[in-house]
């Protein structure tokens, strides 16, 4: 595995990110990891996903969204997405990467992240979601939210404009919502959630899956007790098993 840490401008901002590329001649197949808020630090993502995918020859990008960690700025959920664009066009242009070949993998607001994403931009060829956000307007109305907003700011890892963010996002998430979009994804797509998730219902996601075009190659896995962050060990090898199966179905095969 060769690693690779980059800083990518984005605004007056700077993204921070790492790439982890398998040892290979040629140009090799990509997938960009979008994180929850805050979710894992792109260094640790070695251990989770990368190595593996690095050891079929898939290369594996992690990142943190501007006013996150050690990327620059303040955290808004719209610059976010625009995070993404910047990210792959940078990527694509990388002498390691086939950009034919770019794939994305979001868990929780990184699932609505990579969904709206994907539907938006036909670079992306596969697209697969742990735990989604499948409706982001409903997020500022749960009763969990204040507690939510605390976590976010914990230890400084997100930085916010200084704004009641319950309104904040109200106006954030409606343009950038996959229960707007769940009729526009044409790529390929693998959904899994367990049903102890604490935020959404499974049955919830399992109805917003269904919505998705009827003609598209789609499977959604609904794991039993896994919870939000598939916390147990053997719950979240049962996650990366699927999602790395089907990395290796529509990158390589």
Known sequence: MKIEYTDINFRNETINGVLYLPESKNPVPLVVHLNGMPGIEPEKEGERFAQELNSIGIAYYAFDYTGVRN??????????????????????????????????????FGGAMAFCHAARDSRIQCLAIRSPVYNTEKIPKLKIFDGLSLMWKLNKLMRFP????????????????????VRKLKCPIRMITGTKDEIFDAEEIEKWFNKLPVDI?????IIENADHNFSNKVHFQQMKNYVIDFFRQCLIN
Do not use: C, M, W
């Not at 700025?73 to 770019?102: A, C, R």
């Not at 009641?164 to 996002?169: A, D, P």
């Not at 190659?217 to 896995?221: E, S």
């Open 71 to 108: 990327s620059t700025g303040l955290f808004e959920y719209y610059y976010s997405q625009e995070n993404i664009n910047t990210i792959i066009s940078y990527l694509v242009h990388h002498p390691k990467i086939l950009p034919t070949k770019i794939a994305l993998l979001g868990e929780s």
């Open 162 to 181: 200084e704004v009641n963010l319950r309104s904040f996002f109200e106006n954030q998430f409606s343009p950038y919502n996959p229960e707007k979009l």
């Open 217 to 221: 190659d789609k499977d959604f896995q």
